[in-house]
Every structure is written in structure tokens, then in C-alpha cells.
């Protein structure tokens, strides 16, 4: 199993940052390094379908973001600390939504079915 804890949301004003962490654990990474894993950051706003936010593969790692959040997120990992961040820049009332950190080995990045283990959410609220 693995498990996936998301931390540091929270409520901020437009404008602001935020940096969430995702640790991850469990006895897959017994098997496959985390390094291994491709890591990825989704949201869902309230209404809406959960979307794509940002990815980062193995090793170092690519990555990959939304259009909406490009040149504002970043995504990185600490693969020595089992942690894969995304650092929040110049929030918008948009970006409101539960922010899910996943997992997986695929490379279809954006598409949530190329993705194992999903965390249970941090929220993130930006006020206006």
C-alpha cells in the first residue's frame, strides 16, 4: 500500500503563496523507489470536475502543468524525503479548490487514470 498525506493548505488572499507537501509512505516503495514514481498534483473546485494541476516524473524529473497555473506553480521532489511539493505563487480565487496529490508510473501525466494512489486532499481557499 502506499499512503499519500497532503499538507499546507489553507486560506490566503489573492495574491499570496502557499506550498503544499505530499509525503508518501507504505510498502510499495519497498518495491519501486519513490524516485520511480511519477507524482502528480490535481484540484477540484466546488461544482466541478477534478482537473489536472501539475506533474513531475521520475528521477528529477520533467515536468508538466496546467495552462492555468503555468509561470505561477511550481512543482519539485525531494525524492530523499519521499516529498513532492507544488509551491503556490500569485493565488487567485480561482485556484480555490481541494488541491489531491497522486501517484502512479505512467506517463500519460494530466490523465487521472494513469494514477495509483491519490492522497485525501488539502484545501485551499483564496479570498478576493
Known amino acids: 500500500q502506499v499512503q499519500l498525506v497532503e499538507s499546507g493548505g489553507g486560506l490566503v488572499q489573492a495574491g499570496g503563496s502557499l506550498r503544499l507537501s505530499c509525503a508518501a509512505s507504505g510498502r510499495a516503495f519497498s518495491r519501486y523507489a519513490f524516485s520511480s514514481y511519477v507524482m502528480g498534483w490535481f484540484r477540484q473546485a466546488p461544482g466541478k470536475e477534478r482537473e489536472f494541476v501539475a506533474a513531475?516524473?521520475?528521477?528529477?524529473?520533467?515536468?508538466y502543468y496546467a495552462d492555468s497555473v503555468k509561470g505561477r506553480f511550481t512543482i519539485s521532489r525531494d525524492n530523499a524525503k519521499n516529498t513532492v511539493y507544488l509551491q503556490m505563487n500569485s493565488l487567485k480565487p480561482d485556484d480555490t479548490a481541494v488541491y489531491y496529490c497522486?501517484?502512479?508510473?505512467?506517463?500519460?501525466?494530466?490523465?487521472?487514470?494513469?494514477?495509483?494512489?491519490w492522497g485525501q486532499g488539502t484545501q485551499v481557499t483564496v479570498s478576493s
Open positions: 497522486a501517484a502512479g508510473v505512467r506517463l500519460r501525466v494530466t490523465v487521472q487514470g494513469s494514477y495509483d494512489y
Open positions: 513531475i516524473t521520475w528521477g528529477p524529473g520533467s515536468t
